[in-house]
């Protein structure tokens, strides 16, 4: 039964008023068949689970409000139901490679060969995730798409499940969206098919479990540790099996591709914030400069121009202020090698906020790392201590060499990509804006 491990502990959590206590624990052990040890190596794994009374803990920044809608939000209920009948007719992957679409949260590797590639094992059990942990600092997005549009998410993984001939899938929602699971649940039931079933997953407040393959980890009721790659998730992911993993907005862009596919044009949801004065989320085309996109959301707070700008996340690099001309499309910010990764983008005014930008990114990961490798939990928590000796204007070269040494160990010597996520904002930084750091 261990299988039914994290539901078990998330009942028997609430039926306690918001905590396990030593009860609940050995009454989990003996349902699930498994070690008292087992279950709390598990529980204090994630924020969610209170081993001591306690109120429900919550890392949430803030819920972003959407501004400007395109063709994702503005997408018909009738046209999913559509596209799901057009879907058994037509070549949908030679649809989905020719509109270049990829992964809407980070890697952005492209949708078609990810299918394609679980479509070609040979295995009868295969299983289809929308990742809709959104937890990376300063991005809302799949939220709105989930308030808006949840048809176009769960058509797009019945299309996905079609071709890759899938019979199960789940949906990994962010812990502290579960205000929108009876909502998605309702529309699962809308969108019904015998040959497949989506089980919605509540996440339990680890931003780790971002990552898909601690996500599926998580899935599998195990501490949500990522995986070491390969094998990748498309040949062995859930249970062991063939798995597409996509994220929110990836699947809600599938039926769009299905009924218009002469005239889809890309669009994404950018979220923008920092100092702006209308910080929220923008369905815009893909390819809008950041000028454009600034102007959308009202200027900066002081109207001056931004000193800095993080895109892509907060994971992502950080670019000078002049930069205001660049597209964002996936072309255009390949080309000076940034990722529009999860499409925040954050707006800095000055070099002291700059500076607790990267102070606050780095506590975050700090307090976010799973702890099983080195470089990873001790080497974040030093780079943290020797930028606070930057904000407090007290350091020198060999800091500085020393911050250089550390982001090259904890890159070349983690697990998995959550580590170099967390070191690029300050590399970025060092190497961009030279007067930071006093070169
Ligand atoms: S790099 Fe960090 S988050 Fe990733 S496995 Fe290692 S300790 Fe965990």
Not at 122 to 143: H, I, L, Q, S
Request: hydrophobic share 35%.
């Amino acid at each position: 039964m261990l299988v039914e491990l994290i539901p078990t502990l998330m009942e028997k959590q609430k039926q306690n008023g918001g905590y396990l206590g030593e009860k609940e624990i050995l009454d989990t052990a003996c349902d699930c068949n498994l070690s008292v040890s087992k279950v709390i190596g598990i529980a204090s794994f994630y924020e969610f689970f209170n081993l001591k009374k306690a109120g429900m803990q919550t890392h949430i920044e803030r819920i972003y409000e959407k501004k400007t809608k395109g063709n994702i939000l503005d997408f018909k209920r009738e046209d999913a139901k559509k596209a799901n009948e057009i879907a058994k007719e037509i070549d949908v992957l030679t649809l989905i490679e020719k509109s270049g679409l990829c992964g809407r949260s980070g890697s952005g590797f492209p949708t078609a060969k990810k299918w394609e590639i679980v479509r070609n094992e040979n295995e009868m059990e295969k299983y289809v995730v929308c990742n809709a942990d959104e937890g990376e600092p300063g991005t809302g997005k799949d939220r709105i798409i989930l308030e808006e549009v949840p048809y176009s998410v769960i058509c797009g993984m019945h299309i996905c499940a079609q071709i890759i001939g899938a019979k199960k899938g789940f949906i990994y929602l962010r812990g502290e969206y579960e205000d929108l699971k009876e909502k998605i649940e309702k529309t699962i039931e809308e969108f019904k098919s015998d040959g497949f079933e989506i089980i919605i997953r509540l996440g339990q407040g680890a931003y780790i479990c971002g990552e898909e393959t601690a996500l599926i980890e998580s899935l599998e009721n195990k501490r949500g540790e990522p995986r070491l790659k390969p094998p990748f998730p498309g040949n062995k992911g859930y249970l062991g099996k063939p798995t597409v993993i996509n994220n929110v907005e990836t699947f809600a862009n599938v039926p769009l591709i299905v009924t218009e596919h002469k005239s889809y044009e890309k669009t994404r949801l950018f979220t923008v914030c920092g100092d702006v004065m209308e910080p929220g989320v923008y369905e815009e085309k893909s390819g809008i400069s950041l000028e454009q996109l600034l102007i959308r959301a009202g200027g900066m707070e002081n109207h001056s121009k931004p000193y800095a700008i993080q895109i892509g996340g907060g994971s992502g690099n950080i670019v000078s202020g002049k930069f205001l001309d660049l597209k964002l499309s996936e072309e255009e910010t390949k080309k000076i090698n940034i990722r529009i990764g999860t499409g925040s983008v954050y707006f800095i005014s000055d070099k002291e906020k700059l500076i607790k930008t990267i102070l606050e990114r780095l506590s975050f990961y700090v307090k976010e790392s799973c702890g099983t490798c080195v470089p990873c939990r001790s080497g974040l928590s030093q780079l943290r201590m020797l930028v606070m000796k930057i904000e407090e204007k007290d350091f020198d070269n060999d800091d500085i060499n020393k911050i250089t040494e550390l982001i090259g160990y904890i890159e070349d010597n983690s697990r998995c990509p959550m580590a170099r996520a967390a070191v690029a904002p300050l590399k970025s930084v060092i190497k961009n804006f030279p007067e930071v750091v006093g070169l």
